[in-house]
């Protein structure tokens, strides 16, 4: 198979679906950002925000850390080692195919 | 790949969304020039010139911790809250090692250079860094750095008697010095005025356009 057709191919799906990749470049240049900023980055609604963090932690991407804010609750979300390296070989992988 | 690069840039941008850190700029630059001023006002034996350092360092704090308080209670409720990765801090670093790197070349060759030239390419230097952090995100705030660009030029063309009657009647005595004190005070006072009226607009559309969310007390 051509290298260029096979590096396509080993792309992470997690990270190649368009919403979670925003998520996780987003992310990326942060050290961590909480789910109402996500949202208005991204301008996806609650469920399909909270739908795509949840398969990203599920892939052990990032972390997520709910905490107060005074008496308003606050989801913390952060790219971990796993996401970051991940991420970092998404794009290069990318770059090859392209 | 384009796109990629663009949503890895969206959180630096979004740290001027509100205009605060234009405010901040416009408030330091305000701040200092009235330092500045009182200090040259002040007659040579004043302890003012002794305190006045703990001035500019009690002004620094001031806009650090009155921003970050700002946001706290405005911004994160309205449009989410950021931590930033360690790499900016090491920017703002760089930043004051260069700033002061050119500050002590300014004192150790003041005999042999044009330091109200070098006044005016320190202001140019802060418009770029004033380009490079607030306009890229929104195209009309490059109005903004034109103008202290162009002000920086008229400022720096002035002339001599015109900038040194700003420290004039000051404890200053050469004429340089006056000079370099007419430079600084009127450049920072452009660039504060122009800040803040950048800012305050930016503040104003962001509190036009983002809704503070209902409370959700549990």
């Not at chain 2, 630059?29 to 009182?38: H, K, Q, R, T």
């Not at chain 2, 911790?65 to 360690?86: C, H, L, N, S």
């Amino acid at each position: 198979m051509n290298q260029q057709i096979r590096n396509i191919a080993d792309l992470d799906r997690v990270i190649h679906e368009p919403g979670r990749l925003m998520i996780v470049a987003l992310l990326f240049a942060v050290d961590r950002a909480d789910f109402l900023y996500l949202q208005h980055e991204t301008a996806m609604n609650k469920g399909t925000l909270s739908s795509h963090l949840s398969r990203l932690e599920e892939a052990g991407y990032i972390a997520v850390t709910k905490t107060y804010r005074g008496k308003v609750p606050q989801t913390l979300l952060c790219l971990n080692g796993t996401g970051r390296r991940a991420f970092e070989q998404y794009r290069r992988k990318l770059k090859e195919a392209l | 790949m384009d796109q990629i690069g663009n949503l890895l840039e969206r959180p630096r941008l979004y740290c001027n969304i509100d205009g605060l850190g234009e405010l901040g700029g416009s408030v330091m630059c305000l701040g200092f020039a009235l330092l500045w001023w009182l200090l040259m006002r002040a007659p040579a034996d004043s302890a003012w010139h002794q305190i006045a350092v703990f001035g500019f360092v009690g002004l620094v704090l001031l806009i650090h911790y009155g921003t970050k308080a700002i946001k706290t209670r405005m911004t994160y409720p309205r449009t989410g809250f950021v931590e930033y990765r360690k790499p900016l801090h090491t920017q703002a670093i760089a930043g004051a090692l260069g700033a002061l790197t050119t500050v002590g070349m300014a004192i150790v060759f003041r005999r042999h250079w044009d330091i109200p030239a070098l006044a005016s390419l320190a202001g140019l230097a802060f418009t770029g860094a004033c380009g490079y952090h607030f306009a890229r995100a929104v195209r009309w705030k490059w109005v903004t750095v034109g103008a202290m660009a162009a002000a920086t030029f008229v400022i720096a063309f002035l002339p001599t008697d015109v900038l040194g009657a700003l420290g004039g009647d000051s404890p200053v005595a050469r004429p340089d010095q006056a000079k370099l004190s007419g430079t600084v005070l009127l450049s920072l006072t452009v660039y504060g005025t122009l800040l803040l009226i950048s800012g305050g607009i930016s503040l104003w559309l962001y509190l036009r356009h983002t809704q503070a969310p209902v409370q959700e007390i549990q």
